[in-house]
């Protein structure tokens, strides 16, 4: 339902007037699921980059466990860092002021479908000369 010209004016200047405040602005940022999501995904690549150095170095010593476990660290912070990024890049966070993206359709159960259930749907989805 869209609002009023006087509720648009009104929402407008309350926009401004907390804009403007750096104390809401500080806290509205320290609050924002993507400021965190973001932090998290470089937390976890200067983790995979440690996990590289104990690679090379268990590689250099010539201890294997040293290696593997330098391995282990860096897929599990490179997994961690990709669903940090994912979860960034969700539609349901936004910041005050901000704009949200817009939900892309997905898959049939809702999660997005492998790489021939893409291609059928491409398939079908191509205009009518080409049939």
Known sequence: MPLSEHEQRLFEQIERSLAEDPKFASAVRASDPRFHA?????????????????????AVIKIPAVAVAGFVVMLASLIFAAQSHRRSQSPDLHVVGGTTSRRRPRGRSGRRGSFLDRMEDRWRQRPEGHR
């Open 38 to 58: 973001r932090r998290r995904v470089l937390v976890a690549a200067g983790v995979v980059v440690a996990g590289l150095a104990l690679l090379i170095y268990g």
